[in-house]
């Protein structure tokens, strides 16, 4: 017999599971047995809640978008000027909980996945045009019509930040990361 309102909390031990796995192997080269020995519980019952082995790595990619946006989220509520806005969004992307190692794993092993599965790479489009929305209403005072280019470029200045910590061998820094891509706004903001 199931033990009652064990669901959600074996879900969440198999997303954190998942995290660690891919983080500790660099690749997606993980399996269900793998992940859900990590969890504690048994395969076929990682089965059972996501399904396939895709299905648990989309779940971890939005399990840590919920927990990025829940940071952008936190730092927009406090902010009041524009560029407040556009530093909250910049910090969420490197907040402790979204700038660790496994996480940045995570981010850097489903853009491979997004390009191969059509579930992976929908949940990209959406993260990206979030970020790119979020900053661009932010940018738009300061930098009025150029708002839309600079988002992307400092969209994409975040994800390169993600790819070089990703393939650099030290701790990551969140404070130096967000210090880049602010001195890049400023700049952008000064022109």
């Known amino acids: ?5 064990m669901e959600p909390i074996r879900r969440a031990a198999l997303i954190d599971a998942t995290i660690a796995e891919i983080g ?21 019952l990682a089965h059972h809640y996501f399904g396939g082995k ?3 790595l989309l779940a971890a990619m939005r399990h840590v978008m919920r927990e990025y946006a829940r940071e952008v989220g936190k730092g927009l509520a406090r902010a009041d000027t524009s560029m407040a806005r556009v530093e909250a969004i910049v910090k969420g992307s490197f ?8 996480t940045i794993a995570a981010w850097l092993n489903f853009y491979v996945l997004a390009l191969s599965s059509k579930p992976a790479r ?6 990206a045009a979030r970020l790119r929305s979020n900053l661009c209403h932010a ?4 930098v009025q019509d150029r708002a839309s280019d600079v988002a992307v470029r400092t969209a994409a200045l975040i ?3 993600y790819l070089h910590q990703g393939l650099a061998n030290v701790s990551p820094d969140g404070e130096a990361a967000t210090r880049h891509v ?3 706004i400023e700049h952008e903001i000064g022109d």
Not at 95 to 102: E, L, P, W
Not at 122 to 127: C, F, Q, S, V
Request: charged share 25%; net charge positive.
């Open 1 to 5: 017999m199931p033990k009652l309102g």
């Open 139 to 142: 940018l738009r005072p300061l």
């Open 95 to 102: 907040a402790i909980s979204n700038f660790r190692a496994d």
């Open 159 to 161: 994800d390169g930040l």
């Open 122 to 127: 929908r949940l990209h489009r959406i993260y």
């Open 54 to 56: 895709e299905d648990i």
């Open 182 to 184: 602010m001195q890049f």
């Open 24 to 44: 500790a192997a660099g690749s997606l080269d993980v399996t269900v047995g793998q992940i859900a020995r990590r969890a504690g519980v048994s395969s076929g």
